[in-house]
């Protein structure tokens, strides 16, 4: 049993001073109010982990490469590519393992790994086919992580095009035979608390509409999440409507991969109709905004979309930066930027969607909370830095939400686990571990 006693603590959608939250193995088992200091102080204002609801952890080699000159999302997919042809399971999970790190710094205790990069340089899969999936796992482990593992059906090179090139890395050959390799990852960690074995089509130009119904099949056969990159640039939409006269979230809807169990990243470009579908079917919908801007694609309607019923998460996609404050005021200020207005997301509606409802998304229900039976995941994020100095209780979360960054989390605890302790992570010097694993694939 170990008891913590948080300064301000955010607890049932409200910050709350003497907090003390008492922990036995993985979980919350009792959370008191406006109590004295007992067990660990943790000065500041503690809230529940976050999940990072979207990730590529490989794209974190990119990080200062790709902004470089200028180009489009297309460029930055070469170079992408690139970097992905000089994986193998040694430095895939180095590279992970840094940067679940460095996510666990910023107080992420949950991520959402979308996994296509399967098989060897060659296309031929390992002797065990999900080597690069166990990889993930041992990093996420290390890290302290809990994660969920969207593995990824990836058929097509574009629209009905053959894959080509490293793409041939990201294929099982028909989604039968993709199925029967993600089965098999299912029953190795069947029963694993701490990883979920979800599944991701990875977009409409990546599928066929017919081959997705197994994808969802699956889904529903482990319980787990389903993941689907949508409408993330203008080029997309207007080649699926040229293929199948519909737009990217009609193919989802007509193959029933749509509901509260899916989740759309980044929805940049869409309409009416394909708002009241998402939202109509319960559908979350994750936005990236470092990423979504980084790679000039646009501004999701977030508010529009949660009003009509679609849960908002955050994700950080391709890594340009690793900060879910970051993403949350991002959603609001790109808002702003397209309106003219303010206030269209309040700070606790941000800090939900990177916490429980993020972690809801990934096949965690039980995370991104303080609370009784939940998992005991706190983040403590200090008041005194030069960004959040001033604070109160009244105005904690709102200086934490469109004021900190990830260099203010001071302490996290993950299931139980004190992951960092002073700023610092258990491993060591994550720079350092970044340093190395980067300079191992780009030579």
């Not at 979309?305 to 949350?328: C, N, Q, R």
């Not at 702003?336 to 969607?353: C, N, P, Q, Y």
Request: aromatic share 6%; hydrophobic share 40%; charged share 20%.
């Amino acid at each position: 049993m170990q008891t913590y006693w948080c300064e301000m603590a955010w607890v049932g959608g409200a910050v709350a001073e003497g907090v003390q939250v008492d922990v036995d193995g993985h979980r919350v088992t009792e959370v008191k109010q406006g109590v004295p200091p007992s067990g660990e102080i943790l000065e500041g204002l503690t809230v529940p982990g976050m999940a990072n609801a979207h990730s590529h952890a490989f794209h974190r080699a990119l990080r200062g490469h790709t902004q470089v000159g200028r180009g489009s999302f297309w460029t930055w997919r070469e170079q992408m590519y690139a970097v992905a042809g000089r994986l193998d399971p040694d430095t895939y999970y180095r590279l992970a393992r840094a940067a679940y790190a460095e996510m666990a710094l910023a107080g992420i205790t949950a991520v959402g790994e979308f996994h296509y990069l399967h098989h060897d340089v060659s296309g031929v899969p390992y002797d065990d086919p999900n080597e690069m999936g166990h990889s993930l796992v041992r990093a996420a482990r290390d890290a302290g992580v809990r994660l969920a593992l969207l593995d990824t059906c990836y058929l097509s090179g574009g629209f009905g095009a053959p894959l080509e090139g490293v793409q041939t890395r990201f294929g099982d050959g028909d989604v039968h035979q993709w199925a029967g390799r993600a089965d098999r990852l299912a029953a190795a960690y069947a029963g694993a608390e701490d990883v979920e074995i979800g599944a991701a089509i990875h977009s409409v130009r990546a599928m066929r509409p017919e081959q997705m119904p197994v994808v969802v099949e699956f889904t529903h056969h482990h319980a787990g999440p389903l993941h689907v990159h949508v409408s993330e640039q203008l080029a997309e939409n207007e080649q699926c409507v040229a293929a199948y006269a519909a737009s990217p979230v009609r193919v989802l809807h007509e193959a029933g991969a749509l509901g509260p169990r899916s989740t759309a990243v980044h929805a940049t470009h869409v309409s009416d109709e394909d708002v009241a579908l998402l939202g109509g079917s319960g559908t979350h919908v994750c936005v990236c905004p470092t990423t979504e801007r980084d790679l000039a694609d646009g501004v999701c309607a977030t508010r529009r979309l949660h009003l009509a019923g679609s849960p908002i998460t955050l994700g950080s996609d391709s890594h340009a930066v690793v900060d879910l404050f970051e993403e949350a005021r991002a959603v609001e200020l790109g808002e702003r930027i397209v309106s003219g207005e303010r206030g269209h997301w309040r700070a606790d509606e941000l800090l939900t969607a990177a916490t429980v409802t993020g972690h809801t998304s990934l096949g965690f229900p039980d995370g991104g909370q303080i609370a009784p039976g939940a998992w005991a995941d706190l983040v403590t994020v200090r008041l005194d830095s030069v960004r959040t100095a001033g604070a109160t209780a009244r105005s904690a979360v709102e200086s934490v939400v469109f004021a900190a960054t990830g260099a203010d989390v001071v302490s996290v605890v993950s299931g139980g686990r004190r992951i960092v302790e002073a700023g610092r992570h258990v491993t060591g010097e994550i720079g350092h571990l970044l340093r190395d694993a980067i300079g191992a694939v780009r030579g």
